[in-house]
């Protein structure tokens, strides 16, 4: 079956504008994660949904980062008056119900002038 | 302190033998599991392994064995006759609690590269 898929896979920005980055998770998994990955660091936690509702998003760095994901399925990681700081792959991952493993998606690269 | 550590930035093994990269983890959990993923250059994070810490039995997974060592918290993964596409970045990860919904730590990753 289909993995995790994200879009764009590349997205340029200047800084102050807004961006929102896709992620269209395994069907069926009830669990949905976003990270962030800066470069030469493994992945940080931002925010993990279990269905529609954010179950912890203690990751997020500041309130311009905010997701959703309305119907439990698609999720949308919305980022408001980018900072060049954001520069990073942004990364997606969900899990099924029970399962111990994490399944990621390619991720989406934000680069941000 | 640090979640995860791993010390060696880069590894070289030559293509066939055996190579063991490190991790440490630091939780005062009782109930945890550890995970490593591969990243290629393509950047998608691929899972090889899982070891729970009640297991008795380190995990092993194909030509990848997770030798788990729980006094001295350590989780190091051990890759048999290594294989060019096996040369990557390699990150450990814990989750804390039984809940399979808890958030990775990750550590920084080691970088993999096998010889021909």
């Known amino acids: 079956g289909a993995g995790v898929s994200q879009t764009p896979s590349n997205k340029v920005t200047e800084k102050g504008k807004y961006v929102e980055l896709r992620c269209d998770p395994i069907s069926g998994h009830t669990a949905l994660y976003w990270y962030r990955q800066s470069l030469g660091q493994g992945p940080e936690f931002l925010i993990y949904?279990?269905?529609?509702?954010?179950?912890?998003d203690s990751g997020l760095p500041n309130d311009r980062f905010f997701a959703v994901r309305p119907e439990g399925s698609v999720s949308t990681l919305k980022i408001q008056r980018t900072e060049r700081g954001d520069s990073a792959v942004y990364l997606c991952?969900?899990?099924?119900?029970?399962?111990?493993?994490?399944?990621f998606g390619p991720g989406t690269r934000l680069t941000v002038t | 302190a640090q979640k995860i550590t791993q010390t060696q930035p880069g590894m070289f093994v030559q293509e066939k033998e055996a190579v063991t990269l490190d991790c440490t983890y630091d939780?005062?959990?009782?109930?945890?599991?550890l995970f490593w993923y591969k990243q290629p250059s393509s950047g998608e994070m691929i899972f090889l392994i899982y070891?729970?810490?009640?297991?008795?039995q380190n995990a092993t997974e194909g030509r990848y064995s997770l030798n788990f060592q729980k006094a001295r918290k350590s989780a190091n993964l051990v890759i048999s006759a290594s294989q060019l596409g096996d040369s990557a970045m390699y990150f450990c990860a814990m989750r804390e609690g039984l809940g399979t919904g808890n958030q990775f730590y990750f550590g920084t990753g080691t970088s993999l590269t096998v010889i021909p």
């Open positions: 939780t005062s959990d009782q109930s945890y599991g």
């Open positions: 070891q729970g810490s009640y297991d008795e």
């Open positions: 991952a969900s899990s099924g119900q029970g399962a111990q493993e994490q399944y």
């Open positions: 949904f279990q269905g529609t509702g954010a179950a912890d």
